[in-house]
Structure formats: C-alpha cells, structure tokens
C-alpha cells in the first residue's frame, strides 16, 4: 500500500513541521485476514525551504560628528512572512574611530527581529567634539546569528565626518627693516 500525503509549498518561513500517520483497521471483521506489522505509525517531518536572510540594509553608512542618535538598519533582505523570531549579536570593530571616544555602541545585549517585524533599527550615537580629525570608520558585524541560512549582509561601515573647523595659527606680520632711507626721484619701492 502507497500513502500519498500532498505537501503545501508555502512562502512562509516556518519551523520544522511535524506530523503522524497511522494505520488502523476501520473494519473489525478483517482483523483475522490483514496482520499488521507492530510499527503501525510513522512519523513525518517537512523541513521548509522558505529562505530568510538577515543582513544590514545597506553596506554603508555615513554619520556626521554630532551627538546625536543615529541608526542602523538590520533587516529581513526579501521580506518574507516568517513565523519565527531570530536573534543576533552585533559587533563594533573600530577603524579610525574609536568607541567610545568618536562614538557609542551598546553591543552587550542581542537584538531580536520578531515574526511582526521586517527590520529593526540598531541605536549608534556619534560623539561631537572639538578635535579637529579626518573622515574616520568604524565597522558593525552581525553574528552569533539564528539565521537559518547563510546571511549575505553580515556587515556595514560607518564613516563619520568632522565638522569641527580647523583655526590656522596665527600669522605675524611686520617689517624685517627699522627704517629704510631713499632718494627722491626713485618713483617707488618695495617694502619688505
């Protein structure tokens, strides 16, 4: 005997899923003719094959040196319903800026993107002071991702940009001569 069982290919990402087939004799007069086997059940499971990728929604992003909140955009890279809430950890790796000094960023907790959620904003503050410095880079890493499958966006550069003003030193003007003595009918000349 052959069990056809028809298999629903969704597009929704979904834990693996679970079922039990059964035999059982709906016939209690056939119970003499039909010997059936002591494994009378099966257990079947359907793996899904909805991909999910979470990455950063874009492979850069520029701040400018403000004190103010920025964020930084983790997301679900095509938009797929899910039923199924993943968990990652985000890393900062300083480039020419440095943490805490040119700017903040709380990775100690994890972040969460939930089945009601196509993204999640991810919190950066860019310190303003007044050191006059060059464009500087830091790089955020997505990891220890419950992302099913591979996740192509794993990270994104932050670039922040001074807008503090460079004051050149001071400039000393004057004369190298006391005095300088010419005769008259010279027309002109030059003083240095």
């Known amino acids: ?15 693996e899923e679970g079922f039990l087939i059964l035999l059982e004799l709906m016939d209690s007069n056939l119970a003499d003719s039909v010997d059936l086997l002591s494994r009378n059940c099966t257990l079947g499971r359907i793996d899904d094959n909805d991909l999910i990728f979470i990455g950063f929604k874009s492979s850069s992003y520029s701040f400018v040196e403000s004190d103010d909140l920025h964020f930084v955009d983790v997301i679900k890279l095509d938009g797929r319903i899910t039923e199924q809430t993943y968990l990652m950890d985000i ?3 300083d480039g020419s800026a440095m943490a805490n000094l040119d700017y903040y960023f709380d990775g100690s907790s994890s972040f969460r993107i939930t089945p009601d959620q196509q993204f999640i904003h ?4 860019v310190v303003n002071d007044s050191v006059v410095e ?11 991702t419950q992302c099913p499958y591979s996740c192509p966006s794993f990270s994104t550069a932050g670039t922040i940009t001074d807008i503090d003003i460079s004051i050149p030193s001071a400039i ?6 006391e005095s300088v003595t010419v005769p008259e009918d010279i027309g002109s000349f030059e003083l240095c």
Not at 172 to 177: A, E, M
Request: no cysteine.
């Open 172 to 177: 000393t003007v004057g004369f190298t001569n």
């Open 122 to 125: 991810v919190p950066v503050t």
């Open 134 to 144: 060059t464009t500087e880079t830091f790089t955020l890493h997505l990891s220890n």
């Open 1 to 15: 005997i052959t069990v056809y069982i028809p298999i629903f290919d969704d597009e929704i990402d979904e834990a």
């Open 91 to 93: 890393i900062a790796k």
